[in-house]
């Protein structure tokens, strides 16, 4: 094993560095030095937009819309932002099978920033909402669906419940 380093420099700066402490890509943290892996399928499989502070998975520095922060500083979060210019766009973590977007939960900016959980990827739509926490009232059902509310108990599995398409509690 032979020890040594290699500093790859562009037009930017500082771009890539191999040393003994590992490998540092954009060590001068110049805005137009980003990063990109490529896999067999994805020419955009990770992107670092390092002028904009962003994370892409699966798409191009330019196409990202949001911040995708994961951090280990003693509090463990993961905290997904709405990045666009106006700063008025959703929030939005949506849970999908086979591409189908199935849940989401987010912040629905057009809604006075109120934390929602909904079917499908639109937080908007209030047939989709199932759970809404406001500042002053926590909504179920908002979008007036046929869905029910059930609160177990620890020997009672229907120890509560909403009727939503007959309108009664039992």
Known sequence: ETAFGTIIGSVNDEAFRVASGGVILNEDGHAANDFRVESSGEANMLVVDSGNNE????????????????????????AIESADAGGTGDAVLSYRT??????????????????????????????NSRLEFRPAVTIFNN???????????????????????????G
């Open 55 to 78: 994370v892409g998975i699966g798409v191009a520095a330019d196409s990202i819309e949001g911040r995708l922060h994961i951090s280990d500083d003693g509090h463990c979060y993961t």
């Open 98 to 127: 086979h591409g189908a977007a199935q849940w989401a939960i987010g912040v629905d900016h057009s809604d006075y920033n109120v934390l929602k959980i909904t079917t499908g990827s639109d937080l908007s739509t209030a047939a």
């Open 143 to 169: 979008g007036a669906q046929a869905v029910d509310f059930r609160v177990e108990g620890a020997n009672d599995a229907s120890l509560l419940i909403v009727d939503a398409s007959t309108d009664t509690i």
